[in-house]
């Protein structure tokens, strides 16, 4: 017989004993993929502050945990958020009814009604339970290695961005956020901060972004980061990040984003990087189709709702 009980500090070496094996199984799927969660201590260290908050569930059988849910707490699209990453759950598919319902009951009792928790993608039977409670996906963490892709636009020229293009990359970034605000993916999300700020990160060698033009006029840009912002099972200091990318819809269809990202990996293998993430809406259908096509492998998929 399975118990649903309150997540506790008792429950943590159990749990993240369960997230280890998760993150392994990941990672056999994924290469490029780091090693990170694959150490009990560290989804230890990470449980430690949803543990105390009181806001988690876990499933006993026998004495013994085999499924838990453990969120962190703050604001998710605009509203009031319980946030689970993907070291703050695991057990199999049948648990998961049961513990969202003791979970979000207090989550509810506590005002937080934007749910959100980020699941393993290898595991799609159990994204396929959270659909059964509600949940739509929402956001994808990909991977892939550094090879540079087969395919290349004609007549694209790409450059590595500098402190005289903040105006060019500014209206880029500008175009970008206007299509993510819009249907279909409608992110909630502040305005980028125009060219001052586009400015400010063209300084940054660590920080590269590339323009592409076509008949020497902007068509598109990519960017990279380090991976300090990445999830935890992506952060790692051998992955850079891709933190922006936009193609003109006029420009698009013709290898221009196919380009910039050949530019960005190729830097990226001579930077000594050995692979590359990025997340995306899976709204965002232009981003759905052309990143797996590029060679981003699913690591993580986000899924989330809200309640009255």
């Not at 703050?74 to 049948?94: C, M, N, S």
């Not at 959100?116 to 595991?123: I, N």
């Not at 196919?258 to 293998?269: E, S």
């Not at 259908?285 to 990143?291: D, G, N, V, Y």
Request: net charge positive.
């Amino acid at each position: 017989m399975v118990r649903i009980v309150s997540f506790d500090t008792i429950h943590i070496p159990a749990a993240a004993a369960l997230v280890a094996a998760a993150a392994a199984e990941a990672r056999r799927c994924h290469p490029p993929a780091p090693a990170g969660l694959d150490d009990p201590a560290r989804a230890a260290g990470l449980l430690i502050g949803p543990a105390a908050s009181g806001l988690g569930a876990a499933a006993l059988r026998g004495g013994r945990l085999i499924g838990f849910l453990a969120p962190l707490t703050f604001d998710l699209w605009g509203g009031p958020g319980a946030y689970v990453p993907e070291w703050g759950q695991a057990g199999d598919p049948a648990l998961v009814g049961g513990l969202y319902a003791l979970a979000a009951a207090r989550w509810a009792q506590v005002g937080r009604t934007v749910h959100a928790v980020t699941l393993w993608a290898h595991r799609p039977e159990v994204e396929a339970a959270w659909h059964d409670v509600g949940f739509g996906r929402a956001v994808i963490d990909a991977v892939r290695d550094l090879e540079a892709p087969a395919r290349r636009g004609r007549g694209v020229k790409v450059r590595r961005a500098d402190r005289a293009d903040a105006g060019r990359l500014a209206a880029l970034e500008r175009a970008l956020w206007a299509h993510l605000a819009a249907a279909p993916a409608f992110r909630v999300h502040p305005p980028p901060g125009g060219r001052v700020e586009a400015a400010r990160r063209l300084t940054d060698p660590a920080q590269p972004v590339w323009l592409a033009e076509v008949g020497g006029v902007p068509a598109g840009f990519l960017s990279l980061q380090p991976g300090d912002e990445a999830p935890a099972a992506l952060r790692s200091p051998d992955l850079v990040r891709c933190d922006g990318a936009f193609v003109l819809p006029e420009r698009r269809e013709r290898g221009v984003a196919t380009a910039l990202l050949a530019a960005a990996l190729g830097w990226a293998a001579a930077a000594g990087f050995a692979g590359c993430t990025l997340d995306y809406e899976s709204a965002n259908l232009e981003a759905a189709r052309f990143w797996p096509a590029a060679g981003f492998s699913p690591v993580l998929h986000s899924v989330a709702r809200r309640v009255a």
